[in-house]
Structure formats: structure tokens, C-alpha cells
């Protein structure tokens, strides 16, 4: 008995909210697709149930009441959730199309967006991606962004996220090099090594290399012979011999399947859980939106 009375005052609502807004039982009747009748009578099943007038109603004429416009508001919230739930279900049968902007730093756009991006429209070809690569923060929403990549602390809150899988921030060298000065067993002995390390072009700020040690996180500010401005100018010096670095696994991870890095001091390793995709909320239902969404969380 309870979910039919529950039922019945739901279909009121929707029944109120429309009429109130279209100013007639016919209109609102054809919106959504019933009698006017079946307008008119869950309409009166909702006042009889509330103990008051909603409408003002005359031969020519439909008029909320005091009582119905301060309700009618609240009923349009519930008509709106409606509609958008019918129009999520829409969009996930659509099939993705249109151009998807996507926005990302170098380092995960090289190493992890730009080689999925041919598959994925092996997929769904009638999406054209255009792909923004940038370590300055990019304004998604002025800038007509669909979706991006971050990595660090969220500060948007007009943006909807979804976390990523994690990743590892490790020191790598070449063979050669160990080869030549050895493999360091503890990071104070970074000391002893050439270095290759990264200054942030948006601050200035050079990295501080970032280690666990016992139960504790610890940061180096190495003294490096080579700094860079430029993640992909650390794995290309590195990779050629000029010393260690610190990298991000996803971006060392296919040079260490073809030989060329060899992960170092791998037990100080710490994990980083901030890689974040965001996308605006006028981009929720998105079909191509949601069809790279369910790509990155393979990718990562």
C-alpha cells in the first residue's frame, strides 16, 4: 500500500510542477504525453493529500495559489531530476561523436593520452580529439574544454573529478651509468652522483625529490649538475647517461620494458594518488566525455 500512495503523490508532483509552469491541464497533458483528466485528477489526489489549494482555477484560466508557488519551486527541482535522469539514459545509448577537447600536462599527454588516442577512435570514429598539452593550469570552462588530466590538488570546485589509480615517483638511471659510478643503496648517497633534476616553468621551483624512509616521508633537494624545464628533457638526459633522475613510472615505465632506465633505489619509492580527471558539469552526459572517462580509468 505504501509505494502505491508513494507512487501517486510522485506523479502529482510531476502533474503540479508542469501545469504550474505551462499554465494549463491541456499543456501540461501533452508534455507529458496523458489526459488532461489524468492531469486534473493527480493534481486533485495531491491537494487532498497536502490539505491545501495549489491552483486557482477558472474557466479560461489556471493560477498557482500562495500555498502552490511556494511549493512549485521545490515540485520544478523534482520535474528537472526527471528530465535529466531521462536524458543520462539518452545519452549513454548515443553514440559518441563531435570534438572532444581534452586537456593534460606534457607528461601524461606523451606517455599516456596521446598513445591511446588511435585505438580509441578506432572505437568511436566519429569523435575528433583535440588534445592541449600544457604544464600551466588551463580554465576548462573558459576555454572550452571537455575533460582533463591533473595532477596535484584540486582547487575547481566547479568541476566534477574522478580519481585515478595511483603512480610511483622513483629514481631511474642508465645501464651505463650504474655501470660506471655504481648503484646508490640509500638516497643521502645521492650526494655522491650526478643528478638531472627539474625546475617547475610556472614557479621557478626546483623538484624536491620525494622518498619513504622507515615511516616517514622525506624530501631531497638534490644538488644537480643538470636542471631542466622540462620532464621530457630529465628522461631524455637521464636515458643518455648524464646521471639519475626522478621520474613518474608512467613515464619511465616503456624505457625500462626496452632497456634503457633501470629503476634505482626502488625501496624509498613513494606512491602519489593525485592524478585527477575532471570535465564541467554541462559535459556530464557527454557521450564522448564519458566514452574517454571509461578510457582513462583502463589507461591508469
Given at each position: 500500500?505504501?509505494?502505491?500512495?508513494?507512487?501517486?503523490?510522485?506523479?502529482?508532483?510531476?502533474?503540479?510542477?508542469?501545469?504550474?509552469s505551462?499554465?494549463s491541464?491541456?499543456?501540461?497533458?501533452?508534455?507529458?504525453?496523458?489526459?488532461?483528466?489524468?492531469?486534473s485528477?493527480?493534481?486533485q489526489?495531491?491537494?487532498?493529500?497536502?490539505?491545501?489549494?495549489?491552483?486557482?482555477?477558472?474557466?479560461?484560466?489556471?493560477?498557482?495559489?500562495a500555498?502552490?508557488?511556494?511549493?512549485?519551486?521545490?515540485?520544478?527541482?523534482?520535474?528537472?531530476?526527471?528530465?535529466?535522469?531521462?536524458?543520462?539514459?539518452?545519452?549513454?545509448?548515443a553514440?559518441?561523436?563531435?570534438?572532444?577537447?581534452?586537456?593534460?600536462?606534457?607528461?601524461?599527454?606523451?606517455?599516456?593520452?596521446?598513445p591511446?588516442?588511435?585505438?580509441?577512435r578506432?572505437?568511436?570514429?566519429?569523435?575528433?580529439?583535440?588534445?592541449r598539452?600544457?604544464?600551466?593550469?588551463?580554465?576548462?570552462?573558459?576555454?572550452g574544454?571537455?575533460?582533463?588530466?591533473?595532477?596535484?590538488d584540486?582547487?575547481?570546485?566547479?568541476?566534477?573529478?574522478?580519481?585515478?589509480?595511483p603512480?610511483?615517483?622513483?629514481?631511474?638511471?642508465?645501464?651505463?651509468?650504474?655501470?660506471?659510478?655504481?648503484?646508490?643503496?640509500?638516497p643521502?648517497e645521492?650526494?655522491?652522483?650526478?643528478?638531472?633534476?627539474?625546475?617547475?616553468?610556472?614557479?621557478?621551483?626546483?623538484?624536491?625529490?620525494?622518498?619513504?624512509?622507515?615511516?616517514?616521508?622525506?624530501?631531497?633537494?638534490?644538488?644537480?649538475?643538470?636542471i631542466?624545464?622540462?620532464?621530457e628533457?630529465?628522461?631524455?638526459?637521464?636515458?643518455?647517461?648524464?646521471g639519475?633522475?626522478?621520474?613518474?613510472?608512467?613515464?619511465?615505465a616503456?624505457?625500462?620494458?626496452?632497456?634503457?632506465?633501470?629503476?634505482?633505489l626502488?625501496?624509498?619509492?613513494?606512491?602519489?594518488?593525485?592524478?585527477?580527471?575532471?570535465?564541467?558539469?554541462?559535459?556530464?552526459?557527454?557521450?564522448?566525455?564519458?566514452?574517454?572517462?571509461?578510457?582513462?580509468?583502463?589507461?591508469?
Amino acid at each position: 500500500m505504501k509505494e502505491q500512495i508513494g507512487f501517486e503523490r510522485l506523479t502529482g508532483l510531476i502533474a503540479f510542477a508542469k501545469a504550474g509552469s505551462l499554465g494549463s491541464y491541456t499543456a501540461a497533458a501533452r508534455a507529458l504525453s496523458v489526459s488532461p483528466s489524468a492531469i486534473s485528477k493527480s493534481v486533485q489526489r495531491l491537494e487532498q493529500r497536502l490539505g491545501v489549494s495549489l491552483f486557482m482555477r477558472t474557466t479560461r484560466s489556471l493560477a498557482l495559489t500562495a500555498e502552490g508557488r511556494d511549493l512549485h519551486e521545490r515540485a520544478l527541482r523534482l520535474l528537472r531530476d526527471a528530465e535529466e535522469i531521462e536524458q543520462v539514459a539518452k545519452s549513454a545509448r548515443a553514440e559518441p561523436a563531435g570534438t572532444l577537447r581534452i586537456a593534460t600536462s606534457l607528461p601524461i599527454g606523451l606517455h599516456v593520452i596521446a598513445p591511446a588516442l588511435g585505438p580509441f577512435r578506432q572505437l568511436h570514429p566519429k569523435v575528433t580529439i583535440d588534445l592541449r598539452l600544457s604544464d600551466h593550469m588551463v580554465d576548462l570552462i573558459e576555454d572550452g574544454v571537455d575533460l582533463a588530466v591533473r595532477i596535484g590538488d584540486l582547487a575547481d570546485t566547479r568541476l566534477l573529478s574522478r580519481r585515478l589509480s595511483p603512480h610511483r615517483l622513483c629514481c631511474y638511471a642508465s645501464p651505463a651509468y650504474l655501470a660506471e659510478r655504481g648503484s646508490p643503496q640509500h638516497p643521502d648517497e645521492l650526494e655522491a652522483h650526478e643528478t638531472v633534476n627539474l625546475r617547475y616553468q610556472n614557479t621557478g621551483q626546483l623538484f624536491r625529490w620525494p622518498f619513504h624512509t622507515g615511516d616517514r616521508d622525506i624530501e631531497i633537494l638534490p644538488s644537480s649538475g643538470i636542471i631542466v624545464d622540462a620532464s621530457e628533457a630529465v628522461i631524455a638526459s637521464v636515458a643518455a647517461g648524464a646521471g639519475i633522475g626522478m621520474l613518474t613510472s608512467f613515464m619511465a615505465a616503456p624505457r625500462v620494458e626496452r632497456g634503457e632506465l633501470i629503476p634505482v633505489l626502488s625501496d624509498f619509492a613513494v606512491e602519489r594518488h593525485n592524478i585527477t580527471a575532471v570535465w564541467p558539469e554541462s559535459r556530464r552526459t557527454n557521450p564522448a566525455v564519458r566514452a574517454f572517462l571509461k578510457e582513462l580509468v583502463r589507461l591508469f
